[in-house]
């Protein structure tokens, strides 16, 4: 979840839920009807988690509270006691398995680095309408942080920046293996008028599981 209050902004690219690659830009978000799907899918995932995952506890932290604030800065947006084992979760919905995952370089480009530089979760529930993906936070983050986000060059990302498009596709030498991601940007506008770019990749499932990222599969 994001941490900064969805009913006063207008984004281009809806890149919390990752619903909206297919979207051309200066197509408008609606904040307002992205909360209600969003604590609609909450539904959903609660069910996976006490019919599938069989867990003890569920506790969200989704209220203005100063507590619970400070946790959606920490990109967790629940804990689930699995095995008498407490996980912190950040969620990921998503309304079409492209077979890859969104991950927010930059919250505010240039300046403020996205979710997996800051984040804390133990791991990233990834839901799609037919699949959950449980991922390790770790080892994502150590995988993006230290192979695949030094290997993007910074002209791109500047370039892209400065440009009307939503997405761009770019290709990549990973560990000697030539490989496709997206580079996806939003442009976010407050109703007091400040605003703000937010850029992150899209990365294919397969290209983060060759790389040691740990992805377990669930069926719905």
């Not at 569920?58 to 209220?63: C, E, V, W, Y």
């Not at 680095?113 to 080892?139: E, R």
């Not at 596709?169 to 490989?179: A, F, G, P, Q």
Request: aromatic letters at 12%.
């Amino acid at each position: 979840m994001d941490n900064y209050n969805k009913n006063n902004v207008n984004n281009k690219f809806d890149y919390s839920t990752n619903s909206g690659y297919e979207k051309a830009s200066g197509m408008v978000h609606n904040f307002a009807e992205s909360l209600i799907h969003e604590r609609n899918q909450t539904v959903k995932a609660d069910t996976f988690y006490r019919e599938v995952l069989n867990v003890s506890e569920i506790k969200r932290f989704n209220s203005d509270s100063i507590s619970d604030m400070e946790m959606q800065r920490q990109d967790v947006d629940l804990t689930l006691v699995l095995n008498g084992i407490v996980y912190r979760v950040s969620e990921k919905f998503r309304d079409k398995d492209y077979g890859d995952l969104y991950v927010e370089v930059y919250s505010k480009y240039p300046k403020t680095l996205g979710w997996l530089h800051t984040g804390s979760p133990n791991a990233i529930l990834y839901f799609t309408p037919k699949k959950v993906y449980w991922i390790t936070h770790k080892s994502l983050a150590n995988f993006c942080l230290n192979v695949l986000f030094p290997l993007i060059p910074q002209n791109w990302v500047q370039e892209f920046s400065l440009s009307n498009k939503t997405i761009i596709t770019k290709k990549l030498t990973v560990n000697s293996e030539l490989e496709k991601i997206n580079l996806i940007q939003a442009h976010n506008q407050c109703s007091d008028g400040s605003s703000w770019i937010t850029i992150g990749i899209s990365i294919p499932l397969l290209l983060l599981q060759k790389n040691g990222v740990k992805i377990k599969c669930f069926d719905l």
